[in-house]
Structure formats: C-alpha cells, structure tokens
C-alpha cells in the first residue's frame, strides 16, 4: 500500500516535515513566511511605484486649443481633498492561494496585512501568494 509523503515545510530555510493538512511545520514558520512575504510584496510595490512615469505638477497642461485661447491650464483647480481618514480607508488585502486546490483569496475578501499571520495560523493550507522572482 502507498502512503502520501509528507511535505516539507514550505518556509524559506526550513527542512522540517509539515504538519498534517499544513504547509507549515510550526506557528514560528507561519510568522517567518508571513513576514518575508510581507517585505516581498513591499518591495515590488516600491519596484512598481518608482517605475511609473509622473508628470510634474509643476508643467501645466493645455488644451489642443489654447493657441486660439490662450494658456488654459487643465488642472488650473486644484483637486478636492479627501475628507476621509487614513482608519477610515479600506485596507490592502493580501492575496493568499491554497495550490492543493488552485483556491486564490484576493481583494476585500482576503486577510489584510495586521491579520495575515493569525489568518494563516487558522487556514495553513494557504500561503501568500507572491509576486514571480525574477
């Protein structure tokens, strides 16, 4: 008769078996995966943001017209400030998978960044997804 083998515990560093129905092998590994993926996600955000062009708010912007016209700045009124809290704002939710079932959890349904450690001490057949290495 075959038996499953047991897995690996899929935290970077560690060559301990999972627990059974887990991806982890202990509460510490759930910490250490949920914070190197936290600091992973950070830093593609950061990749992400700084390679984004910008316009400075600086130059104006005219219509096509503004020869017949004049100068006609379009961002000649400034924005409206948001009334609304930081608290207020709706938190990033952090895309986890469960890759035994292809089950992804993303957007408002999935856990945010303060509860993404007790989340997945609750559901251990799912890990973060993160971003492709490369």
């Known amino acids: 008769m075959n038996y499953p083998t047991q897995p690996n515990c899929i935290t970077v560093g560690c060559s301990m078996l999972a627990d059974y129905h887990s991806l982890y092998c202990s509460a510490e590994c759930v910490q250490r995966h949920a914070e190197e993926s936290l600091k992973l996600l950070?830093?593609?955000?950061?990749?992400?943001?700084?390679?984004?062009s910008t316009v400075s708010s600086s130059k104006s912007v005219t219509s096509p017209t503004s020869s017949l016209l004049g100068p006609v700045p379009w961002n000649s009124y400034p924005a409206p400030v948001s009334s609304q809290t930081e608290s207020t704002l709706p938190k990033e939710g952090i895309a986890v998978i469960e890759r035994s079932t292809g089950r992804v959890i993303a957007g408002v349904a999935a856990p945010s960044q303060e509860e993404i450690f007790y989340w997945l001490q609750d559901h251990p057949s799912f890990e973060v997804l993160r971003p492709p290495s490369g």
Do not use: P, Q, T
């Not at 950070?42 to 984004?52: D, I, L, P, Q, V």
């Open 42 to 52: 950070a830093e593609e955000k950061k990749k992400r943001m700084g390679s984004k």
